[in-house]
């Protein structure tokens, strides 16, 4: 007999089954994410006929310019979530402050926390690009959310994920116990099962994932270390291959199923680093470490640092454990000598 064909409502379903609390409110928010998902998809593999290209001539809470894209799949997943009565809150990496449920619906007890479309600025080279989401139990009291329940580390969360919108659409997320994965079959309209229990190599493809662009604004350590990936340290006498599309969910995609590093670190630019803690590292840390890899601002878990701010900065490696273990001797190592952060 062939195997059964598995939609991600069924395997959503089959996963809440094994927790005899459940409510099915958690499973719900899941759905509603995969609905907001097809929705992006479907939007993104229109853009080149459709006026949604380029920028809206505002900027976001970094100063970025904001993609038309970026406002749409922000909208997008706002409304798919905001009245199930499912969530207390929600944050978005588009939106200054977090974002209250409106009062004319009714809140649950968890918070969601995305980054709506990252990487939208490479859409019109039609690059790979994603969403990622978190989700965190609500930690305060009172009906309504507070900021403080987004405020919460990594380790906290109980479900995180992405959706990568390349030559096919595929949805990841971990509750926990596993990562899996989903790919759209538009014929049909689902996400189907096609990629379970993933786990990353171990140490997997010798891969290397940065802007090397950056190399003289980094400190001696994270230059010694690129030094090594590049084969330019006689203890390495095999380099390893460089490839960076510049879009995050892409980048991590391609390493967490063929193994490797993904790196953004600080640099004189940006000494707490670039990317974003609660939207974009936090999130895919934990889903490497469910599949065997690891996560670390080069020094620490990145799931142990305590958020301060919504939008939190942090410097970021990701990957095989192996990989991100030797990243971390290298900067540990050379702390202190000539920093230039």
Sequence with gaps: MSQPVITIDRHIIEQERRNPGATGAFSNILYDLAFAAKMISRE??????????????????????????????NEVIFKALDHGGHLACMASEEAEDFIPIPDR??????????????????????????????????ITSGERGQLQDCLQPGHSQVAAGYVVYGSSTMLVYTTGHGVFGFTLDPSIGEFLLSHSSVRTPSPGRRIYSVNDGNYTNWSAGQRAFSDYLRGLDPANPKPFASRYTGSLVADFHRNLLYGGIFMYPADTTNPR???????????????????????????????DIE??????????????SEWVELAERYLVGNRGQSEGV
């Design 105 to 138: 619906f009714p809140t649950g007890k968890y918070v969601l926390l995305y980054d709506p479309l990252d990487g939208s600025s490479n859409i019109e080279a039609n690059v790979s690009i994603g969403t990622i989401f978190s989700i965190h139990r609500k």
């Design 307 to 320: 958020p301060q701010q919504l939008h939190e900065r942090t410097p970021v490696y990701l990957g095989s």
């Design 44 to 73: 993104v593999n229109m853009a080149g006929l459709v006026d949604i290209l380029g920028g809206t001539d505002e900027r976001n809470i970094h100063g970025e310019e904001v993609q038309k894209l970026d406002a749409w799949a």
């Design 273 to 303: 680093g670039k990317l974003r803690l609660l939207y974009e590292a936090a999130p895919l840390a934990f889903i490497a470490e469910q599949a065997g890899g690891r996560g670390s601002d080069g020094y620490r878990r990145i799931l």
